[in-house]
């Protein structure tokens, strides 16, 4: 049966990682699996929203589930970020259906103002990671490999929201997950561990404390370098943004030279598909990808 899903890209993968959303259509074309675009989704609130109102967030984002609600589909997500805030919503939400079914009406009543459907709790919320792993599977997949990324070592930056945002958590264990391991292995990657791998980026820090936020970038991607990564794979925009946006800036604020390429989960899933490099937006980054293709002699 084909996999469809109701497609929440973000706003980042919309903007500063465009290849992101680039890479996300490859892939899934790829592997023959169905996005239909939310296009009236909105913003999630990367986590804001709850400072002024739970209130705002769980309204907002009862609406973007909705969205997948109206097309009986489960809302898919490439960024860590919005799979935690609307899977954390999607959890409360189900929750008060049993406990605080007023809540849910007054959120409800929020929404039909605006002409919009009801939250019925109905639907899943998706990362693109447990789609690949659960849904379209790691044996299927490595059936669809057509260029096995022999030799290439990846380093996984699951960063905080993926792991930690919701109660259940599925096809991996929060505190000891291989998820993203077990990809790179059926692409033919050899996976590297470092301490850091499933801790903050730095990225919320980094509007007040800029420094700080920068440091703990820099620490992650030097033990990653340590540990023998060729690369870091992250499956998340924000983590992203931290890690090669600004790892420019991270060097002069650690006063060392990292130069360690950042590539997006499906980035490097589409290349052991044999999609090439241009396709998946692999020249836009801020650190070169250059060492990691011709790595795989690209």
């Not at 097309?71 to 960024?79: F, K, Q, V």
């Not at 970020?81 to 049993?98: F, M, N, P, S, Y």
């Not at 789609?131 to 044996?139: I, K």
Request: aromatic content about 6%.
């Amino acid at each position: 049966m084909k996999l469809r899903y109701a497609y929440f890209p973000g706003c980042v993968a919309q903007g500063a990682c465009r290849e992101l959303y680039q890479s996300t259509a490859a892939l899934t074309q790829a592997l023959d699996i169905e996005l239909i675009e939310l296009k009236k989704a909105s913003c999630c609130g990367s986590g804001t929203f709850k400072e002024e109102s739970r209130l705002l967030e769980d309204s907002v984002n009862a609406r973007n589930i909705a969205l997948a609600e109206e097309l009986n589909l489960p809302l898919l997500t490439h960024c860590s970020t919005c799979q935690g805030v609307i899977g954390h919503v999607d959890e409360r939400l189900k929750q008060a259906q049993q406990t605080d079914p007023v809540y849910l009406e007054q959120i409800n009543g929020l929404l039909k103002k605006e002409g919009c459907s009801p939250y019925r709790g109905s639907s899943e919320v998706k990362h693109l990671l447990w789609a690949l792993v659960g849904d379209y599977g790691l044996e299927e997949l490595q059936k669809r490999v057509s260029r096995k990324l022999s030799g290439l070592r990846c380093a996984a930056f699951y960063g905080c929201y993926l792991l930690r945002a919701q109660k259940s958590i599925p096809f991996d264990d929060p505190y000891k997950p291989e998820s993203m391991e077990n990809v790179f292995r059926v692409v033919g990657a050899t996976p590297i561990y470092y301490r850091g791998r499933t801790q903050c980026c730095g990225w919320p820090l980094s509007s007040y404390a800029t420094e700080q936020s920068f440091q703990m970038a820099g620490t992650h991607i030097q033990e990653a370098k340590a540990a023998g990564a060729d690369c870091l794979v992250t499956p998340c925009p924000l983590c992203h943004l931290n890690l090669d946006s600004r790892q420019p800036e991270v060097e002069k604020v650690i006063g060392q030279e990292l130069g360690l390429p950042v590539l997006h989960l499906p980035q490097l899933v589409a290349l052991a598909l044999g999609i090439e490099p241009e396709k998946l937006g692999l020249q836009k980054h801020i650190v070169s990808t250059r060492p990691v293709l011709e790595k795989l002699g690209l």
